[in-house]
């Protein structure tokens, strides 16, 4: 186990509404990033927050959003959801400093159906 | 834009036999590349990871390969087990990105008794 928590383990939406996934680090990682996995898919990276502010983002749209809190926990949110969205998202914390402060440990996800 | 090519997307070994998976880069910066093995209703775990001052990596029955030149890294699975049946990512990241991962495709292993 990772000690990286993800809530809920599923959730199912319809097109338009908004969505608020939930992430719990490692203690002590201050590095949380969001991807976004298709089926059948690799993850794709959205973005990143270190020190809750955004460190970087991948392709995707502003209706993607996130924040991070001092408490090592971390949100996804998705405004007007489509049905392109129905994905696993995944979150993974890493150290982001000091040996193998890249290393990212991953949750087990939140699986997200839109429709 | 994919900037980890990962192939094959699917692979069947016997059991006892060597798995090999194959990732190309094209992005000189990335400075970090591992493997995560994902399991179906699974997060990905980290397998192994290599840095590209260094050519070879083995941890137990997983060795990376790494050719700087080439841009092109392996994976090999020796004596495969059936409970090594999983889906496999490479990737790669560099510090600008804050080592944000690229994933490969994915390759779908099936490891037969």
């Known amino acids: 186990e990772t000690g990286v928590t993800q809530s809920p383990t599923h959730l199912i939406k319809t097109r338009g509404q908004q969505v608020t996934l939930r992430c719990s680090s490692q203690s002590g990682h201050n590095t949380v990033s969001w991807y976004q996995q298709a089926l059948g898919q690799g993850p794709q990276f959205i973005f990143q927050y270190y020190r809750e502010e955004e460190n970087g983002r991948g392709n995707f749209p502003p209706r993607f959003s996130g924040l991070q809190f001092p408490n090592y926990s971390s949100e996804l949110n998705v405004n007007a959801l489509e049905l392109d969205d129905s994905a696993l998202y995944l979150c993974?914390?890493?150290?982001?400093?000091?040996?193998?402060?890249?290393?990212?440990?991953f949750g087990p996800g939140t699986r997200l159906l839109v429709l | 834009q994919q900037q980890v090519k990962q192939s094959p997307q699917s692979l069947i070994v016997q059991k006892g036999g060597i798995s090999i998976i194959n990732c190309a880069y094209e992005n000189t910066a990335f400075d970090y590349f591992p493997w995560y093995q994902q399991f179906p209703g699974k997060g990905p775990a980290l397998l192994i990871a290599?840095?590209?001052?260094?050519s070879e990596k083995k941890e137990g029955r997983f060795t990376i390969s790494f050719n700087k030149s080439a841009k092109q890294f392996s994976l090999h699975i020796m004596d495969s087990q059936p409970g090594d049946s999983a889906t496999y990512f490479c990737?790669?990241?560099?510090?600008?990105?804050?080592?944000?991962?690229?994933f490969g495709k994915g390759t779908s292993l099936l490891v037969t008794p």
């Open positions: 290599i840095r590209p001052d260094v």
């Open positions: 993974a914390s890493s150290p982001g400093v000091g040996t193998n402060g890249e290393t990212q440990y």
């Open positions: 990737a790669a990241s560099d510090s600008n990105s804050g080592y944000a991962l690229n």
